[in-house]
Structures are given as C-alpha cells and as structure tokens.
C-alpha cells in the first residue's frame, strides 16, 4: 500500500502528541502556545487570507513530510538498531 501525502499547511497546538515532530513553526504551519483557542482561530483566518504563505507552507510540508515515509522511518529505525 503507497502512503499518500498531501502537502497542507499544518496548525496544532504545541502539547499535541507529535506535533513539534512534524510541524516546523512558521515553516510548514504553526504551533499554538498554552493551547490558546483565539490563536489558533488568528493562523487558520492568516492561512485563508495569504494564499502565498499558503503555497508556501503546502510546498514544506511536502518536502518535510518525506522524512515520515516508511522507508526512511525504517532506515532510521535499522540504525539505531545497529548502533545497540
């Protein structure tokens, strides 16, 4: 089964599990500090009205998004695994 990525711009809140994994701030979307709902409603109104800095985060979330493939998460995983 071929994974699908979609290259969006990502907003989460930065205690999400992960989220500081796959979301470089301002990069590829945005975390939220201290889980502040007014701010998250202030990123996802920025993204629809900046379709530039839409694109721009589409286009690095494609590129980021391809250290999470299962082949090189595998690669990651083999050497830590000879490293022990």
């Known amino acids: 089964m071929k994974q ?3 290259g969006l ?3 989460a809140f930065d205690s999400a599990q992960g989220a500081k994994e796959i979301i470089e701030n301002n990069k590829n ?3 939220i500090a201290n889980r502040n709902k007014e701010n998250f409603v202030e ?3 920025y993204i629809i009205e900046n379709t530039d800095k839409k694109k721009l985060f589409s286009d690095n979330s494609l590129i980021i ?9 595998a690669k990651e995983w083999n050497k830590f695994i000879d490293n022990i």
């Open 43 to 45: 990123k996802i109104n």
């Open 65 to 73: 998004s391809k250290k999470f493939l299962k082949e090189n998460v």
């Open 29 to 31: 979307g945005f975390l």
């Open 4 to 6: 699908q990525v979609f």
């Open 9 to 11: 711009p990502l907003i």
